[in-house]
């Protein structure tokens, strides 16, 4: 008996480097351990006539592989959500399209001894052509004009922009297009291998690639949100372009806007999150509608440094007739939490604002001097 | 300007390129171009094969209903709700509003009756067939035997052409139809530039490496013979390099002029200018890769393209690409003016005769502008920041005083001074007839007020024309639009420029002051509301009122050998503005003044083009230390008694005096 199971358990690892590219060793007497890499998976593994039977679901979910079970042509598909980068690339090109437009006569970079072409990147995020983008690259753009995969082009019309967040909504009437697949911004880790794809410098260059990793969810100079901040290459046509996970899942929108001069391996991404936001409020509304407390913060010094801080926000000013004054707030108030939740910095409170509307109220914590208050908020409508 | 212009042929160049390869560039996944959808009443639907899960097709009371939503997305357009039973689809350009139970839809604003009401079964909206195919390029086919229904678009609007991103000329000719031009083009052309009222086209062509400039303006009275003879005198004016060769060609109907001549930039240029109804025509034919004009016009294939300029196309023949702007008549400007912010400011606009174009001004105020056909014809606005609380009509009162107190009664009558109400706005109005150079003029001022900025509107216009012209100034008027977006950005800036003007003042008060000038000895009394102009150096100095156009300039030499043995004319550089044409010497005096013996030249500028005349006097006396020459000089039309006393009097006080006093 010990002996036929060595040579079982040897087989199961041939099996599984073959496979899977992982050379370990785990016998113990009495079962069969199966570890998929390198991670012991509690099921049982079965030997019948000399071959190992490994349960299908629990190897395949372990490799973050779909399975699946088709009754009518009796037929099991086991799809690997793609772990190579081109994979990941051709997957989601289709959702990955070029937008190329003239210069409006407004802009400040239009010139008339030049042709006033710009151009950037969007994703397609519904089958009936709704594409997301960042709003610098059609801010100032007049004409759109969407290029899809495979080289065709449609006029676009702008939906809906919102400059805060650098996101803008544009439409092509075109049908039985392929969404792009939004990822959780919960599963993102720091080290994480991530693409960008894009049309950096040149429209010939359109659904081009880089690979990087994510380096951190940060704040970048001046934005209004957080950042996905990575090293994946983003140059001027990227702009609007998708930062992908290696599921193939949009992970964020990337944005050139906020990159500093002279500043090398540091691009920045808009959250997907956040993207999911703007589009819900987009559809909804037809922008993005924020609650306005009219007060002006400041945050702790720990904080501007970007220091681990348990700082409030301290008010600097409050407008009249603001719903912050209505509340009672006053200037060297300062704002430790909303609805319980603690709020350190700018970016915090920015982001927790993302949970409500105008008119909607909420429960500030707020020291002044020694006391800790309790002070209700109705919000007003942020224009 | 045209280095500028090449410097971006390369980018065009590989723009071009991209686009002309776009078909081929990413073949990975296809979409589909033709949708086809199956359906069959009360089974199910299917697009392009894939079934779909959603509410069935319905047959009610004879009328196909149809799943909207399912339906219009998988074509692509958008569906939204606008009301509680209001729906709105978006697509290709043409929106239908529907109500739910109602026949009535709206169709890009007009009213459409329906055979059949939008209903709702079970949560979602059913429309009848005929929303799909009656208003888009959807056909329908039923297959009458298994009732199968096909809705199919074969078109899924994809751009064919591109040619509105670079500018591609898709036909063998581009013409001009509101002037009347046009000419043959090599394929692959472009145009590169065309002005707001497209009196100037530039059409560029990389693969052949020309250009085709064609010029449009008013002929100002100028005919074939009467440029020939300026050629022949001052070449150097038509040209920014050389010209080489000049031919006159009479013939019936209108001849031409050829110049052959080389561009700065060493390129062959061949050049034709036409007249015609009043108009003169230029159309310019460059080669970046030939520096010999002879040789280009020698070519037969660039010879064919200048040839083939005629002047009688008016917009019928489809075989030319018509790049006229002009809409109703009119053309329109924009006036955009730059701003810290990321975009440009959109200050005004207004719709202009095609025949004028904006004009170069010498004024360094970048908040006016002249748009017209000479400085004897024109539009012009100025914009100006007001408090809040001024009224237009204490304005126009303003203006009015200003308008008495500076003109020379001799010159100008007042005809009107009126508050209109113009669309709940009240525009302050005022009309002159003034005399400049011996010919009459109305001068028609509008004056606008837009938050707390003021347009001041005036057109100038000979007597004559001005009532021949009337109702086209009005529709000018009419189509004025002030600043919409970034007003309160606009109107920082104007009042920042005006406080910039404010700081160049004598003094803060406008009562009389004495300024002096230590560097080189003198000093006058000079009211304070005079604006000191900035110069290189204390011994050439220059004061204006902007209010009666009057100027006083100083200039001062150091005595020496050199300068006692040279004339006035050879000391001073201002008598070498004297040798110009435009300006006419009249007499000169000795005179004793100031205990000096005082040189006075008195001349009259009559500068036609410009269309200003105005007195001059130069009076010119040795000092101990300093020869001086001093200069006032005041348009005809300002020349009131009021200001030329002022005048006078800041001559009479000027004199030299000791530095350390």
Redesign the interface.
């Known amino acids: 008996m010990k002996k036929k199971r060595m040579y079982i358990s040897f087989i199961i690892i041939i099996v599984l480097i073959f496979c899977f590219g992982i050379s370990t060793s785990a016998v113990s007497t009495g079962y069969v351990n199966l570890f998929v890499n390198n991670k012991q998976v509690d099921d049982e593994v079965r030997i019948i006539d000399g071959k190992v039977f490994v349960p299908l679901e629990s190897v395949s979910r372990s490799l973050g592989a779909d399975y699946e079970w088709d009754k009518e042509s009796n037929s099991v598909y086991i799809t690997d959500d793609g772990s190579s980068s081109a994979d990941i690339i ?1 997957k989601l ?2 959702s990955v399209v070029g937008i ?3 210069l409006k ?4 970079n ?1 010139s ?4 006033n ?1 710009t151009f950037g990147t969007g994703v397609i995020y519904s ?4 594409i997301i983008t960042n709003a610098h690259v059609v801010s ?1 753009m007049e ?1 759109i ?1 969407v ?9 676009a019309r702008l939906k809906a922009i919102d400059d805060k967040s650098d996101l803008a909504m544009i ?8 969404p792009a697949k939004f990822g959780d911004m919960s599963d993102v880790v720091v080290g994480e291998p991530v693409v960008a794809i894009g049309t950096p410098l ?3 260059l ?2 081009s690639a880089t690979k990087g990793i994510i380096s951190g969810i940060n704040r970048p100079i001046d934005g209004e949100y957080r950042f996905i901040q990575s090293d994946a290459a983003i140059n001027g046509g990227n702009s609007g372009g998708p930062l992908v996970n290696m599921k193939g899942e949009v992970i964020g929108i990337n944005s050139v806007k906020y990159i500093g001069f002279g500043v090398e391996g540091l691009s920045f991404s808009i959250p997907v999150d956040t993207v999911k936001y703007v589009i819900s409020h987009f559809e909804k509304y037809g922008e993005v509608r924020r609650p306005y407390l009219g007060a002006s913060f400041m945050e702790g010094v720990a904080a501007r440094y970007g220091l681990p801080s348990t700082e409030g926000l301290t008010i600097t000013e409050v407008k009249e007739d603001s719903p912050a004054e209505k509340a009672g707030l006053a200037i060297d108030d300062v704002v430790k939490a909303v609805d319980d939740v603690n709020v350190t910095t700018i970016i915090d409170y920015n982001e927790e604002m993302k949970k409500y509307l105008p008119g909607d109220t909420v429960e500030l914590t707020v020291e002044r001097g020694e006391t800790e208050l309790k002070l209700k908020v109705t919000y007003g409508e942020d224009k | ?1 045209r280095k ?2 090449k410097t ?1 042929i390369s ?2 160049i ?2 071009a ?2 686009l002309a ?13 033709k ?1 086809e959808i199956k359906l069959e009443p009360e089974k199910g639907i299917s ?2 094969g894939r079934s779909v899960n959603t509410e069935n097709p319905v047959i009610i009371n004879g009328t196909l209903y149809l799943p909207l939503r399912t339906i ?7 569906v939204s709700w606008t009301g509680e039973n209001e729906i709105v689809i978006i ?2 350009g043409t929106s239908i509003n529907l109500t739910l139970n109602s026949n009535i839809c709206v169709v890009n604003q007009a009213e459409k009756t329906l055979s059949a009401p939008p209903i709702m079964r079970n949560g979602t909206t059913m429309v009848p067939v005929e929303v799909v195919t009656g208003y888009y390029d959807i056909t329908s086919e039923t297959d009458s035997s298994t009732g199968e229904t096909s809705l199919i678009l074969e078109d ?4 064919t052409d ?1 040619s ?4 591609g000329i898709g036909k063998q000719k581009a013409g001009n139809s509101y002037f009347g031009w046009c000419v043959n083009v090599p394929g692959g052309s472009r145009v ?2 065309v002005s707001f009222n497209s009196k100037t086209v530039q059409i560029e062509n990389e693969h052949r490496g020309i250009n085709i400039t064609v010029d449009v303006d008013v002929d100002n009275g100028e005919d074939l013979a009467g440029l020939n003879d300026k050629l022949d005198k001052n070449p150097e004016n038509y040209t920014d390099g050389e010209i080489i060769n000049k031919s006159l060609h009479n013939a019936v109907g209108g001849g031409y002029i050829e110049i052959l001549s080389v561009n700065m930039y060493e390129e062959a240029v061949v050049q034709r200018v036409f007249f015609k109804n009043g108009f003169k025509y230029s159309i310019a034919l460059t080669s970046y890769n030939e520096s010999n004009p002879k040789r280009l016009k020698d070519d037969k294939y660039y010879s064919g393209i200048i040839d083939s300029f005629v002047l009688n196309y008016d917009g019928s023949s489809k075989d030319v690409q018509d790049l006229s702007k002009i809409m109703f008549g009119l053309a329109k400007y ?1 006036n ?1 003016v ?2 810290n ?6 200050a005004w606009d207004m719709s202009v005769l095609p025949e004028w174009s904006e004009m170069y001004s010498s004024s360094y105020n970048p908040y006016l502008t002249e748009i017209g056909a000479s400085k004897k014809e024109y539009i012009s606005v100025e914009i100006n920041r007001v408090n809040a609380d001024e009224s237009i009509e204490d304005y126009c009162k303003n203006m009015l005083e200003i308008y008495n107190k500076n003109f020379n009664s001799k010159y100008y009558r007042l005809i009107e001074s009126k508050i209109e109400n113009n669309e709940n706005r009240n525009d302050g109005k005022l009309i002159c007839e003034v005399e400049i150079g011996g010919k009459k003029y109305i001068i028609d001022e509008t004056f606008i007020k837009a938050g707390n900025l003021i347009y001041d509107i005036t057109i100038k216009s000979p007597e004559d024309k001005y009532e021949q012209q009337k109702t086209n100034y009005y529709k000018m008027l009419e189509s004025f639009e002030p600043v919409q ?1 970034g007003a309160d950005i606009l109107e920082d800036q104007v009042e920042r420029f005006a406080e910039a003007q404010e700081n160049s003042r004598v003094s803060e008060e406008d009562g009389i002051t004495e300024y002096k000038n230590p560097a080189c000895e003198w000093s006058f009394n000079i009211p304070g509301y005079w604006i000191k102009n900035t110069t290189y150096d204390n011994t050439y100095q220059s004061f204006t009122n902007n209010e009666s156009g009057a100027i006083i300039m100083v200039e001062a030499l150091e005595k020496s050998e050199i300068v006692d043995s040279l004339s006035d004319e050879e000391n001073f550089r201002f008598f070498s503005y004297m040798t110009s044409e435009n300006v006419k010497f009249i007499f000169k005096e000795n005179l004793n003044e100031k205990g000096h013996a005082v040189r006075k030249y008195t001349y009259t500028i009559e500068n036609s083009d410009e269309d200003i005349y105005a007195d001059m006097q130069v009076y010119v006396f040795d000092a101990d230390k300093y020869s001086y020459c001093y200069i006032s000089m005041i348009p005809q039309l300002c020349a009131s008694e009021e200001n030329l006393k002022e005048l006078q009097d800041i001559w009479d006080s000027f004199g030299p005096v000791p530095a350390d006093s």
């Open positions: 051709s090109s289709p190329i437009g003239k006569q407004s802009s400040a239009y008339t001894y030049s042709d072409l089958e009936n052509g709704f100032d004409d004009v290029v899809l995969s495979n080289g065709k082009a449609y006029k439409k092509i009437d075109k049908g039985g297009l392929v040149s429209f010939s359109r659904n | 300007m500028t212009i971006f980018f065009v590989c723009i390129f991209v390869s776009i078909i081929s560039a990413y073949a990975s996944y296809d979409y589909d171009s949708v697009i392009n219009f997305e998988a074509f692509g357009a958008e697509y290709r899924d609007g994809a751009l591109l509105f991103l670079t500018g590169s530039q924009e955009y730059t701003s912010t990321e975009s440009n400011i959109l977006k």
